[in-house]
């Protein structure tokens, strides 16, 4: 059942990036294009996550629970370090770079966009120089 709705939530955030144009690098590179022709509708939909995120955190401490009665996991460390601040920097230009983020990069992709193709694939390159770095990192 929790697979069903995880599943569920991924195709109903899909639908939505879809639905703002999220999905769309050009409109997101409108958005942090500051000197040109600024689209603010990004920061709409930002606006809009967070106030429901907000919500729905209030709620789900309160419960302890999820809406399935498994166990919430919250983050164990919540301090500001040098690997958060160069990670967020190396996501920013990034996403700066060629307008996605790793969830629209996905719908994109699905979408059929051929850029969404190389970020994707460089995202998943990543991930696996990340995952080598820290299983070195673990054994010393």
């Keep these: 059942m929790p697979l069903l709705f995880a599943w569920l939530a991924g195709l109903v955030f899909g639908i939505g990036l879809m639905v703002s144009g999220m999905a769309n690098p050009a409109k997101v590179l409108g958005f942090l294009d500051l000197a040109g022709a600024w ?15 907000v919500v729905g955190v209030f709620i789900a401490r309160r419960r302890g ?14 301090g500001v370090t040098a690997r958060l601040v160069l990670g967020s920097a190396c996501f920013g230009v990034g996403w700066g770079l060629a307008g996605f983020c790793p969830g629209p990069a996905l719908v994109a992709l699905g ?17 696996t120089v990340f995952e080598v770095v820290e299983r070195v990192r673990a054994r010393r």
């Design 39 to 53: 689209d603010p509708s990004l920061a709409f939909v930002m606006v809009g996550a967070i106030a429901l995120t």
């Design 65 to 78: 629970r999820s809406l399935l009665g498994l166990p919430l996991q919250w983050p164990a460390n919540t």
């Design 111 to 127: 979408a059929g966009y051929p850029k969404a193709m190389g970020f994707v694939a460089a995202m998943l390159a990543g991930m």
